[in-house]
């Protein structure tokens, strides 16, 4: 999807004037900028929002975007590729245990292991790897003290 095309989806203005161009919402509603404290000054607002005040700005005809709903084909499409991606990280997760089934001893030479069992049998394996270093370790110390 192109940015042009993103754009088309996103609301152009800040959301503190999302509502200032609705007729029947602005009686009922105060935006920020009708409140008598509003000032573009304050520290919480961006420097960017001065650019939408009556003053300010190259495009002062240029009104806000309102959000539009994504057709569904557009939607289709972003499904399709969510999908996509979806199984492609699967996969490689799918072929990441697959590999770690191969550097684990076998068990039951018939029997693929579950996701969960490949995980169990991992961590056991590798703490006794990690118990035959220790041990290696002890009968070095050991042997280099008595020689």
């Keep these: 999807m192109s940015w042009e095309q993103y754009q088309m989806y996103v609301p152009q203005c800040h959301p503190a004037l999302m509502y200032q161009s609705v007729g029947s919402i602005q009686s009922t509603m105060t935006t920020p900028l009708q409140s008598p404290n509003f000032s573009l000054d304050s520290p919480h607002y961006p420097e960017s929002l001065s650019y939408y005040s009556n003053g300010g700005g190259k495009d002062d005809k240029k009104k806000c975007r309102r ?8 939607l289709r499409m972003r499904r399709s590729a969510a999908n996509e991606r979806e199984r492609r990280r699967m996969n490689t997760l ?14 039951d030479s018939g029997k693929k292991l579950s996701k969960f069992e490949t995980l169990q049998m991992a961590q056991k394996y590798i703490e006794c790897l990690a118990q035959i270093l220790k041990k290696d370790a002890k009968h070095e ?6 020689g």
Excluded: F, G
Excluded at 94 to 107: H, M, S
């Design 67 to 74: 959000y539009k709903t994504p057709s569904p084909q557009l």
């Design 94 to 107: 799918n072929v990441a245990y697959d590999e770690l089934r191969e550097v684990l001893p076998e068990i």
């Design 141 to 146: 110390n050991n042997k280099n003290k008595s």
